[in-house]
Each structure stands twice: as C-alpha cells, then as structure tokens.
T-cell receptor, first 116, second 111 residues
Framework: DAGVIQSPRHEVTEMGQEVTLRCKPI?????LFWYRQTMMRGLELLIY????????DSGMPEDRFSAKMPNASFSTLKIQPSEPRDSAVYFC??????????????FGPGTRLTVL | QQQVKQSPQSLIVQKGGISIINCAYE??????FPWYQQFPGKGPALLIAIRPDVSEKKEGRFTISFNKSAKQFSLHIMDSQPGDSATYFC??????????FGTGTRLKVLA
C-alpha cells in the first residue's frame, strides 16, 4: 500500500490567498484526521471524519478553515483567506476503524505551508 | 489537565548508549499511551504503545516504562543507533481518537 498521500508537499503563498491541501487516505480506512504541527503548539488535531462525515471539528481554529471529505478516498483542508500565522506543517492521518483508541493512526508525509 | 509534558526537548547519545525520554500527565482518565517516531520530512509513525494496566512493554530495543501512581511514562531506547535519530512524541488519550501529544524530543545518536 502507498500509505497516506498528501499534496502538495510544500506550499508557499501570500497572505489573503486561498490554500487547498489534499489527502488520500489508505484504502479501506474509515477514519481520517487532519493535524497541524507547529513549534509553539506541537501536534494539534483539527478535524476528524468517520465514514466521510465530520465528527469532531472542535480543533479547527476559526472560520477561515474548512475541511471536506466528498468520498472515502479524498479529503481537502482549505484555508481562505490565509494568514502568516497559518504557516505550519499539516498532516493527514487515517485509521482502519471508527477512531478507536488503540486503532493506529497512519500519518501522511505532511504539507509544509508558508504564508508570506 | 489535558497536557502531556515531555522532556528533554533534545537529547544527544553516543552509539550503543541508552536514550531515555520522559512524559508526565495529570488526567487520570488517560488509558492509552502511544509513542510516535518522526523522521525529518516524514509524518509521525507509531513506535510502541502501552495501557496503564501494565508497568512495562518491550519491543526489540524499545521499552516503555509506566508508573501509574506517579502519572509518568518513559521511552527507553537500548543500544541506540544513528538510525534512531529522529523526533519522538509521547501521547495520551482517554478512550477516544483524540490524542494529546507531548512537545517532542529531538534525539541525535552519534556514530
């Protein structure tokens, strides 16, 4: 299996622009997670989908952030408009079942976002 | 209450030595404690995990020691190798998908 696939790997954009990050989870996995990693705040869960339905978006920082999962093999995280403080590495992860505690979360390689 | 405090922030160990990374928590409802390993440019990957009903779990050169009364757990890497150089994150969760991650420890093993 190719693992979790994310694109782009690097994104540099200017403040105010729309940014779309993409994720393809491992085939057959029912749960998908978006995380943000920064030096200051570490790894933070932004949103959790199960069977393509958003279950928990309490970690989404503000309305500028939105996430969708139109089907089992694709998810997007959109930031509009982007701000310099959004600069971070964004990870997508997937797990096999319904987000159970001991269900291993498999992380993608991440997208490094820089907002100028 | 929801924090997991991880130390040290960085660690340098000679090849063949023992690397020790410590984590502490406050929330007694936490019931699953995974450790993740992250290489530069890669996503975190599950290394080893423990539940609080055991005091130790070993997988190869990696061991988790768990002290429930002290609310602390630690990762020991025996016979550390240069290939172990990575950032290590502890985490905790209370029966859900929502992991609380530590701030990470950057390990460098000198050849």
């Amino acid at each position: 299996d190719a693992g979790v696939i994310q694109s782009p790997r690097h994104e540099v954009t200017e403040m105010g622009q729309e940014v779309t990050l993409r994720c393809k989870p491992i085939s057959g996995h029912n749960s998908l997670f978006w995380y943000r990693q920064t030096m200051m705040r570490g790894l933070e869960l932004l949103i959790y989908f199960n069977n393509n339905v958003p279950i928990d978006d309490s970690g989404m920082p503000e309305d500028r952030f939105s996430a969708k999962m139109p089907n089992a093999s694709f998810s997007t995280l959109k930031i509009q408009p982007s701000e310099p403080r959004d600069s971070a590495v964004y990870f997508c992860a997937s797990s096999l079942r319904q987000g159970w505690t001991t269900d291993t979360q498999y992380f993608g390689p991440g997208t490094r976002l820089t907002v100028l | 209450q929801q924090q997991v405090k991880q130390s040290p922030q960085s660690l340098i160990v000679q090849k063949g030595g023992i690397s020790i990374i410590n984590c502490a928590y406050e929330n007694t409802a936490f019931d699953y404690f995974p450790w993740y390993q992250q290489f530069p440019g890669k996503g975190p990957a599950l290394l080893i995990a423990i539940r609080p009903d055991v005091s130790e779990k070993k997988e190869g050169r990696f061991t988790i020691s768990f002290n429930k009364s002290a609310k602390q757990f630690s990762l020991h890497i025996m016979d550390s190798q240069p290939g172990d150089s990575a950032t290590y994150f502890c985490a905790a969760t209370s029966g859900t998908y929502k992991y609380i991650f530590g701030t990470g420890t950057r390990l460098k093993v000198l050849a």
